[in-house]
T-cell receptor, first 116, second 115 residues
Framework: AQSVSQHNHHVILSEAASLELGCNYS??????LFWYVQYPGQHLQLLLK??????LVKGIKGFEAEFIKSKFSFNLRKPSVQWSDTAEYFC??????????????FGKGTKLSVKP | NAGVTQTPKFQVLKTGQSMTLQCAQD?????MSWYRQDPGMGLRLIHY???????DQGEVPNGYNVSRSTTEDFPLRLLSAAPSQTSVYFC??????????????FGNGTRLTVT
């Protein structure tokens, strides 16, 4: 079965620090990859997605992610975080054609706290 | 355009009680799903539907029933609530399951407490 691992449960940064959140998945074939964000008290929203092409994907609010197929990774980055980036971040994967009926598999999430 | 609407926002149940969590979307999405979110566990899929009249089980279906009589609605029923079902429940939809060119749209969640 597919699985998604997010390495950090809780990351605490000061404003202007750089961010990298790890995500690894367990499926060896073609995958579609996503990062979702959940701000406090809100629902999940899509940050960015990778389907094919350029492995460096840019999303909203200055976030980007790099797909490294050889490492089965899709790490999220931001050069300089802001207090408003405080949220929980979820990596998700979909493997077309695996009989998963089109379901996204989510990681357990990484909580980011940015100190002003 | 309301998107995905969930009701109620909060609910407290006693063990053994039943209730239905409502979910409706107005985007003509084929695919709808229910997740539960628990601390440190991320989102786990309960049930999903790829179209009206079609439902299937996800990762954690026990204790929950669903139906999809219309494209718009996808209610989640708890037949006999248990404390282990205390969680935040999210309904989500997208145009077609397995084709995430349009993102998964989430409702605002229902916070359920079972005492």
């Amino acid at each position: 079965a597919q699985s998604v691992s997010q390495h950090n449960h809780h990351v605490i940064l000061s404003e202007a620090a750089s961010l990298e959140l790890g995500c690894n998945y367990s499926y060896g074939g073609t995958v579609n990859l996503f990062w979702y964000v959940q701000y406090p008290g809100q629902h999940l929203q899509l940050l960015l997605k990778y389907f094919s092409g350029d492995p460096l994907v840019k999303g909203i609010k200055g976030f980007e992610a790099e797909f490294i197929k050889s490492k089965f990774s899709f790490n999220l980055r931001k050069p300089s975080v802001q207090w408003s980036d405080t949220a929980e971040y979820f990596c998700a994967v979909f493997a077309p054609g695996t009989g998963s009926q089109g379901n996204l598999i989510f990681g357990k999430g990484t909580k980011l706290s940015v100190k002003p | 355009n309301a998107g995905v609407t969930q009701t109620p926002k909060f609910q407290v149940l006693k063990t053994g009680q039943s209730m239905t969590l409502q979910c409706a979307q107005d985007m003509n999405h084929e695919y709808m799903s229910w997740y539960r979110q628990d601390p440190g566990m991320g989102l786990r899929l309960i049930h999903y539907s790829v179209g009206a009249g079609i439902t299937d089980q996800g990762e954690v279906p026990n204790g929950y029933n669903v139906s999809r009589s219309t494209t718009e609605d996808f209610p989640l029923r708890l037949l006999s609530a248990a404390p282990s079902q205390t969680s935040v429940y999210f309904c989500a939809s997208t145009l077609r399951g397995g084709a995430y060119n349009s993102p998964l749209h989430f409702g605002n969640g229902t916070r359920l407490t079972v005492t």
